[in-house]
């Protein structure tokens, strides 16, 4: 497989741990890093062995030769970072939530064809070998009919007016940060188009801290997705079907294992899968292997999925009365 020149933007947290597993890749090649402040990009690169650095994302994009892009940045700064890559022609891998609303992600996806580049939303949970299994278990009839979805995710943090979680102008709280991956699970096994949604939120300073999603499909199966920062929940899912239900470890998008149980509740199977580095291999693996074959839209990470959660978070926001201010 021939290696892909891989760039990232931005040096923060997740950055770190992609880096990490970036380093680990064979298909991948460390080329380039972009920060706002040379020291951080110097000590990025020097940490991973990136090849070059840059203090601005503009001269990242106009001088690096990387192909691939990994854009970590925060947020409402996504659409930006993305469109400056796609129109300088490199291909886009871009953090969750990949933009505030659909109206930015159709830009997004439009450019991306008009230049031919593949572009994949960094939505590594659907590219674990633990999510596959559950997925293949699902939709196999392994548990008979799907009937129903429960999925939650919090993590409790304290109210900090400056951090980007609670920050309107970044794209901040719970729905874009924490409920992405319940709805995605949800949308992934029983479908893109929800006949109903119902979603409530507790919501303060014009964001909010806790949301509960209700999706409805129209053969009666329906999710429940929970999620919030103050809230304290099992991080855990089940998927419940007419003869069984498949049941994910704590920590439902990350976790190691999962059980099949029948309908009388008794486990009659199990998978588990240790990550190989922490986990982004994964999404790093299916990005290299499609750029290879010459795709510009992931098979395990379509757009049209990226897209149709994009939908959803719209329309909970739209019942909520909440507009980020660059809406
Ligand atoms: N996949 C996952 O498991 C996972 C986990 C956590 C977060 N995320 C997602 O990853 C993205 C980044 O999250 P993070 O926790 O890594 O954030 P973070 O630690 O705050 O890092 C974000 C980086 O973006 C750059 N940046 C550009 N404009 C900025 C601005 N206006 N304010 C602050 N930083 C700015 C900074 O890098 P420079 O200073 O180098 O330019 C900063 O270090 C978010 O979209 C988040 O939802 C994904």
Redesign the pocket.
Known sequence: MKKIRWGII??????HKFAEALKGCEEAELCAVA???ME??EKFAAEFGFRKSFCSYEEFAERSEAEAVYI????A??FNDAMLCLTHGKNVLC???VTLNSAQLEILLKTADENGLFFME?M?MKCRPVYLKAKEWALSGRIGDIRFIKADFSNTVPYDGND?LFRPDCGGGALL?LAVYPVTLAADILGNEPAEIISSAHISDCIDLSNTIIMRYPDGSYAAADSGFELTLRNNAVISGTKGMIVFGDGFFYADDITLYDENRRPVESFSCKDKINGYEYEIGEFCRCLNSGLTDSPLVPRSGTAAVMRILDECRRQWGLKFPQE
């Open positions: 931005g040096t923060g947290r997740i950055a920060s706002r402040t951080k990009a970590a940045t925060p947020m700064s996504h953090e969750k939530t960094a590594w980007r940060d």
